[in-house]
C-alpha cells in the first residue's frame, strides 16, 4: 500500500507564489510518474502537470510558464512550484502516483494512487 502525504497549500495573493510538496511512502517497488491535478466545485478533477520517472515533463497550458514540476527521487517526492498566481487557479490539488510493487511470488503489481488533497486559495 501506498501513501502520499501533500504540503505547501494555503492562500495568497493573485500574483503571489506557493510550492506544493507529495511524498510517497510504503510498498513501492518503481514509480513510472508523479503528478498534480486540480478540482474545483462542480468540476472534474483536471490534470496540472506529470514528472515522469524518465524524466520527461508535462504541463498544461493554462499554467505553462508559471508552474514548474520537478522531483526528488531518491526521495519519492515530487513539487510544484507555483509562481504568477491567479484567482483561477485556486482548487483543491491533488497529488497522484503510478507506479508499481511486487509480491511474495514476484508478480509485478501495479498502482494508482491519491494522496487527500490540499487547498490552493487565490484572492486578494
Known amino acids: 500500500q501506498v501513501q502520499l502525504v501533500e504540503s505547501g497549500g494555503g492562500s495568497v495573493q493573485p500574483g503571489g507564489s506557493l510550492r506544493l510538496s507529495c511524498a510517497a511512502s510504503g510498498s513501492i517497488g518503481g514509480i513510472n510518474a508523479m503528478g498534480w491535478y486540480r478540482q474545483v466545485p462542480g468540476n472534474q478533477r483536471a490534470l496540472v502537470a506529470i514528472?515522469?520517472?524518465?524524466?520527461?515533463?508535462t504541463i498544461v497550458d493554462p499554467v505553462k510558464g508559471r508552474f514548474t514540476i520537478s522531483a526528488d527521487n531518491a526521495k519519492n517526492t515530487v513539487y510544484l512550484q507555483m509562481n504568477s498566481l491567479k484567482p483561477e487557479d485556486t482548487a483543491v490539488y491533488y497529488c497522484?502516483?503510478?507506479?508499481?510493487?511486487?509480491?511474495?511470488?514476484?508478480?509485478?503489481?501495479?498502482?494508482?494512487?491519491w494522496g487527500q488533497g490540499t487547498q490552493v486559495t487565490v484572492s486578494s
Open positions: 497522484n502516483i503510478r507506479g508499481y510493487d511486487y509480491s511474495s511470488y514476484y508478480v509485478r503489481r501495479n498502482f494508482d494512487s
Open positions: 514528472f515522469a520517472w524518465s524524466g520527461q515533463t
